[in-house]
């Protein structure tokens, strides 16, 4: 029979993990709300961004192209299966290369981690493949200047890559978000498509000013829905926790009081048994 | 296809959106390959915008609504969308001219690569303020 004290060891802690998770879940409620304002407002800023490369609709004509995807994660974990999806995501696309043209398909292939989840995650799996690492993200909701301080890394990275993807989770509602990808491409790429020459004087210099100010535009649309998915994700995850843990209290509870009156029986039944042997 | 005869606007900088899908007449944007006047059906273009003022006209004969862009970037498509994308962008009764003054004589003491942007996006407000007297 299970010891009186470890069982009240166990339920005091699992009360303390239950008051903890309860309010990391008021937190990230909060934040969340914040987020999706932020978001509000970005979205017309990501959609006019991605028109020009819609309409233009750019196609890389090479048989293997230099490639590049950026993982926008955070530092952060207990959210959910946020990270992890964009990390299944990207093995998954970099595994069905190597399925399909051998391990050396994917050494034109580099990953940019942005945030702490995917390094580890990347780390792991692919650590050729890793070209660069940003952290301490996730703490302070993102900024212009964030993005733009990830879109000059990526530019100015010397890894000449032809077509890149952005991987984030698009917010959908508080219970469900969605892995999406966007695409980048690079400037010899823009400047070589037959759409982009029906714009008028467009020269080298103009393309490349806009294609940098749009990678950070789309960065930093990428990084506010992905935060905004985080903390509703983070908010949900904390708020099963508080409720398994609610129900964990309530068995324990049952099973510590068995236990006390088993404990008390069998003293009784001591005393009686020694009293009777008299 | 027929030309379109209408201009759609989106203005938008990273913390707000000013504009979104609405239809206007014209606007006035200052490129930097020099200022200029977008109609419905103009040509495709792409063009980075230095600190001055945007102009929005919603519709002809109206009056214009004055912003000062910090910079930017103004795409116009071939169906006739026009995307304003600004770092910044407030409009223009905002601004006190003898703040903006006096922030002007701050940037230029100093020739930073920072304080020289200052100092030119300050010129830009003192003159947009002091034409629109």
């Known amino acids: ?278 | 296809a027929a030309a379109p005869t209408s201009l759609t606007l989106n203005f938008a900088v990273p913390h707000a959106t000013i504009h979104r899908n609405a239809t206007i007449f014209q606007a006035n944007v200052p490129a930097v390959s020099g200022d200029m006047g977008i109609l419905a059906a103009h040509v495709p273009l792409v063009d980075q915008l230095k600190p001055g003022i945007v102009e929005i006209v919603q519709s002809a004969g109206a009056k214009a609504e004055k912003y000062f862009v910090s910079g930017g970037f103004v795409t116009v498509t071939p169906d006739s969308i026009i995307n304003i994308s600004a770092v910044e962008a407030a409009p223009l009764e905002h601004f006190d001219l003898e703040t903006a003054k006096r922030n002007l004589d701050e940037a230029q003491r100093s020739d930073s690569p920072v304080n020289r942007i200052e100092a030119e996006i300050y010129q830009a407000l003192v003159t947009a303020l002091t034409q629109s007297k």
């Open chain 1, 1 to 278: 029979m299970p010891n009186l004290k470890l069982i009240a060891m166990r339920l005091k802690s699992v009360t303390n993990i239950q008051k903890i998770t309860q309010s990391m879940k008021m937190v990230s409620a909060a934040k969340f709300a914040k987020a999706e304002r932020d978001l509000k407002a970005a979205r017309p800023l990501g959609i006019a961004a991605q028109q020009f490369y819609k309409s233009a609709d750019i196609q890389s004509d090479k048989e293997q192209p230099k490639e590049i995807f950026v993982a926008l994660t955070s530092d952060r974990g207990l959210a959910g299966a946020v990270h992890s999806n964009i990390n299944k995501n990207i093995r998954a696309q970099l595994e069905a290369k190597i399925a399909a043209g051998g391990p050396s398909a994917i050494d034109n292939c580099k990953i940019i981690c942005v945030g702490d989840k995917s390094r580890a995650f990347f780390s792991r799996f692919f650590p050729k493949q890793i070209l660069m690492v940003g952290n301490e993200i996730g703490r302070l909701p993102p900024t212009f200047n964030d993005a733009s301080k990830v879109a000059n890394a990526i530019l100015s990275s010397g890894y000449d890559y032809d077509t890149g993807k952005l991987l984030f989770n698009y917010y959908k509602s508080v219970v469900s978000n969605e892995t999406t990808e966007l695409p980048i491409y690079s400037q010899e790429l823009v400047l070589s498509s037959e759409n982009v020459s029906v714009y008028d004087s467009l020269d080298a210099d103009v393309v490349q000013s806009y294609m940098e100010y749009s990678l950070a535009s789309l960065i930093y649309y990428c990084m506010k829905e992905g935060a905004t998915s985080e903390q509703s994700s983070r908010m949900s995850a904390m708020d099963n926790s508080s409720k398994n843990a609610g129900e964990m209290i309530d068995k324990l509870r049952i099973t510590f009081n068995r236990t006390r009156q088993a404990v008390i029986t069998g003293e009784l039944i001591e005393i009686i048994s020694g009293a009777a042997a008299l």
